[in-house]
């Protein structure tokens, strides 16, 4: 059996403030910090061999992933920071109130942004600067703004082009990453509808484990599918 871990980084600032984050770079919260230690203490009780992490380049992600590592004394692992599991980008929205949002939209507008699969949130006028762990990315696939369609479709190529051939060879996976990056996955994983992915949540700091057995056929889950 291997195991593939997927963990949403404990609560931000951002997400104590009720803001959305996206793209914008935000610290973890005490609170953020103890969810992740609890991560660990439930890591360890599942007995899970973890020989590779993976991250986004967003540093609340990155810090999570260094607790869990520092707790489970995994700091030998390799780590991969990859900008392709950073959190959906917001556009236009990121760095405002929801409530504030839907005040100006409207609720329902509000919430098809932020639930429908296709749904892209007001646009940015410009893409954030190809700087820092951007600069060599390409200029076409830096985002105005997403849906989770187009995190769907940045996400699972990556996921089927790294992180698989290691689950193939046996080997536990843990990837610490965001809300909507690994609500994409959850869909692909599990073959969840376009409709009914909406309903699903990734609370902070809860680890997801899918396990695979021969033929690398999906056994069993900690989370039930809608």
């Given at each position: 059996m291997v195991k593939l871990i997927l963990v949403r980084h404990g609560e931000s600032i951002a997400n104590a403030e009720n803001r959305y984050t996206g793209w914008n770079d935000v610290s973890l919260t005490q609170k953020g910090i103890a969810q992740t230690h609890q991560t660990s203490?439930?890591?360890?009780?599942?007995?899970?061999?973890?020989?590779?992490?993976?991250?986004?380049?967003?540093?609340?992600?990155?810090?999570?992933?260094?607790i869990i590592q520092d707790d489970l004394n995994?700091?030998?692992?390799?780590?991969?920071?990859?900008?392709?599991?950073?959190?959906?980008?917001?556009?236009?929205?990121?760095?405002?109130?929801?409530?504030?949002?839907?005040?100006?939209?409207?609720?329902?507008?509000?919430q098809i942004w932020r639930r429908s699969f296709y749904a892209y949130p007001p646009r940015l006028s410009e893409p954030d600067p190809r700087s820092g762990p951007y600069r060599f990315v390409d200029p076409r696939a830096?985002?105005?703004?997403?849906?989770?369609?187009?995190?769907?479709?940045?996400?699972?190529?990556?996921?089927?082009?790294?992180?698989?051939?290691?689950?193939?060879?046996g080997k536990d996976q843990?990837?610490?990453?965001?809300?909507?990056?690994?609500?994409?996955?959850?869909?692909?994983?599990?073959?969840?509808?376009?409709?009914?992915?909406?309903?699903?949540?990734?609370?902070?700091?809860?680890?997801l484990i899918y396990q695979y057995g021969q033929g690398f056929k999906l056994v069993k889950t900690n989370r039930v599918s809608k």
């Open positions: 203490e439930k890591l360890s009780a599942a007995h899970v061999d973890i020989k590779h992490v993976w991250t986004s380049v967003l540093k609340r992600a990155i810090s999570s992933a260094y995994l700091n030998y692992l390799p780590i991969t920071k990859a900008w392709q599991l950073n959190e959906r980008h917001y556009g236009a929205l990121r760095g405002q109130n929801k409530d504030a949002t839907r005040r100006e939209f409207g609720a329902e507008q509000v830096m985002p105005y703004s997403e849906s989770l369609a187009a995190v769907y479709q940045r996400i699972i190529p990556y996921y089927v082009d790294h992180i698989v051939p290691e689950l193939l060879d843990l990837v610490v990453a965001h809300g909507s990056t690994i609500r994409a996955m959850i869909k692909y994983l599990e073959d969840i509808s376009d409709e009914d992915i909406d309903g699903v949540e990734v609370a902070n700091g809860e680890p």
